[in-house]
């Protein structure tokens, strides 16, 4: 039997570094995939969502363009927009493949193996490998399971993949839909349902089992996001709720009850289910392996399972599922069985981007969670009207808000950024989080002009009581306030 120093099954993005992490400790190493290596980090996930949402925002920009012009917008092929999402995912898993191929002739020539197949734990050290080339099994000192996640499923609502699909086949299709509900408005939701209505040549409904769309984000950022997705033509189901969804005659049929007891039939040509996902462990041990679950998954405890040798990271784990965040693990898993950690494993400082229209970036906690917390802070918007950069880029609709402990030391807890450039602006303040540092050196930094950065730098400035520009003089636009109890009050130097 081949033996490993250690074996990770899956390899998506938090198998893949942990496999890569073991390397830089000298260890011989098995990574097992059953079926596309990158997982949903590349194939019907991150990668080619965002590669769609690219090709949807640039044709909306276009096609925007055009109209002022008085223009008629080229005609997008579907067919084309999958073939280059298609060759964004193949050259993305290419460069994974490859670089494990070209570790064989470096310093670390004999000390990764990968193998092909479908792996189970059939106790604490062995684990068997089903193949196209039959079984075998091979001994690990310690494990890794990176098996990730798959879509949720509803019982009553009949999935095929091809009428009503997931995310698993949203991509998959052959053609534009003319219309498609999307059941379910969190992340995944939101941003196919920005994906479709920017290329313009689908009626998008949304539905989602809250009162809004994003029912984790604040209302004040939910709203710009919501108000653009109506100027788009999205409808969004509000106070309503779904009673059924069919497939009847190759469509979609589904009944929404409203508030008021009435009820309404819609048929559309498509739909997509994103309820959430849930994590890949059946058929992952077998019964004499005695690692325990709680309700959303396996438990651990920073990454150890309760079997001292065995190790979850990724989305198969009942926290944060994002690439970061499974990267974040996969590393921090072996750096416990094979070193010691630097730190311990931190999320306060996770940065999430949600790819809409426009693009929210995060870090933090938002003002939801921290109501939820019971937490008191300060927080400072500023409206992008009154950044320079974006006042250049003929485009204002945005702003930045942040929230630090309603106290001396006024600790970043979290920011959000809805607008162009979101995502470039939140890195600075994510590293002031992870280091639990101040404001001052946010501050007194000089950021570059014009740049989106300078409205993070003129936030700090306001809760400090020395910007530029006064929130008392500029209302509308700039706000600094104290909330307490989910009472505000304005800040007054
Ligand atoms: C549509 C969509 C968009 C997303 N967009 C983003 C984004 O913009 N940013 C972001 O950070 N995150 C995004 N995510 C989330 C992100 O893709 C996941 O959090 C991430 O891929 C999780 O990584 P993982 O390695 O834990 O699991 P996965 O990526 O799911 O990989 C697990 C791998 O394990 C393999 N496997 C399972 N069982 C076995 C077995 N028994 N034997 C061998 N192999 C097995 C699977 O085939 C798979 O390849 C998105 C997800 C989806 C679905
Ligand atoms: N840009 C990104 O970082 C990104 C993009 C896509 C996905 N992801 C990751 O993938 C995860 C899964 O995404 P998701 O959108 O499937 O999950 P989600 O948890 O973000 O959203 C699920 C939504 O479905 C709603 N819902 C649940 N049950 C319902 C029902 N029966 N009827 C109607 N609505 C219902 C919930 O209220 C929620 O709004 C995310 O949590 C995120 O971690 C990240």
């Not at 570094?17 to 980090?41: C, P, Q, S």
């Not at 092929?77 to 073939?83: A, D, G, M, P, T």
């Not at 997705?229 to 929404?256: A, F, K, P, T």
Request: proline share 3%; with cysteine; net charge negative.
């Amino acid at each position: 039997m081949t033996k490993y120093d250690l074996v990770v099954i899956g390899a998506g993005p938090s198998g893949y570094a942990a496999a890569m992490r073991a390397l830089d400790f000298k260890k011989k190493v098995l990574l097992i995939e059953k079926n596309n290596v990158g997982g949903a980090g590349v194939t019907n996930g991150a990668l080619s969502s965002k590669t769609w949402w690219e090709i949807s925002r640039e044709t909306h920009l276009i096609n925007k363009n055009l109209k002022r012009f008085n223009l008629k917008a080229p005609d997008v092929s579907f067919k084309e927009v999958q073939q280059e999402v298609r060759g964004a995912v193949a050259e993305r898993k290419q460069l994974l493949t490859d670089h494990m191929d070209l570790l064989k002739n470096s310093q670390f020539s004999d000390l990764l193996d990968f193998k092909k197949g479908s792996a189970k734990l059939l106790n604490e050290h062995e684990i068997e490998i089903t193949s196209d080339g039959g079984k075998e099994v091979i001994y690990a000192e310690y494990v890794v399971l990176a098996t990730g996640s798959r879509p949720r499923k509803l019982p009553e609502i009949p999935i095929d993949e091809k009428v009503i699909l997931t995310s698993d086949g949203i991509e998959q299709m052959d053609d534009f839909p003319e219309s498609m509900v999307i059941l379910g408005a969190g992340v995944i939701g939101c941003e196919f349902a920005t994906i479709f209505s920017g290329f313009g040549k689908t009626k998008v409904h949304l539905i989602d089992k809250g009162d809004r769309i994003l029912p984790f984000e604040d209302e004040d950022i939910v709203k710009v996001i919501e108000r653009n997705m109506e100027n788009n033509g999205v409808l969004i189901h509000r106070n309503s709720q779904l009673i059924r969804m069919d497939i009847v005659n190759g469509r979609v049929e589904y009944e929404l009850e409203y508030d008021d007891g009435s009820k309404e039939v819609f048929n559309v040509e498509r739909a997509l289910v994103s309820v959430g996902r849930i994590p890949n462990y059946e058929n992952l041990w077998a019964d004499a392996v005695p690692i325990t679950l709680n309700k959303r998954g396996i438990e651990d405890n920073e990454t150890q399972t309760s079997v001292s040798n065995i190790y979850a990271v990724g989305d198969i784990t009942a926290d944060i599922a994002l690439v970061n965040v499974g990267e974040l693990e996969g590393r921090h898993a072996v750096e416990k069985i094979f070193g010691k950690p630097q730190r311990k494993l931190v999320y306060e400082n996770i940065s999430t981007i949600m790819f809409l229209n426009p693009e929210v970036a995060g870090v933090g906690l938002n003002e939801t969670q921290a109501k939820a917390k019971g937490i008191a802070y300060k927080v400072v918007t500023l409206d992008y009207a009154c950044i320079p950069r974006a006042i250049a880029k003929r485009n204002t609709q945005g702003f930045i808000k942040m929230l630090v402990t309603n106290d001396d030391a006024m600790k970043i807890l979290g920011m959000r950024v809805v607008g162009n450039h979101a995502s470039s602006a939140i890195q600075a303040v994510a590293l002031l989080i992870s280091m639990d540092k101040g404001i001052e050196e946010l501050a007194e930094c000089v950021h570059p002009h014009p740049s989106i950065t300078e409205g993070i730098q003129e936030c700090v400035r306001m809760v400090m009581g020395k910007s530029l520009f006064k929130p008392s003089a500029l209302t509308g636009k700039l706000s600094c306030r104290t909330c307490n109890e989910g009472v505000y009050e304005n800040i007054i130097f």
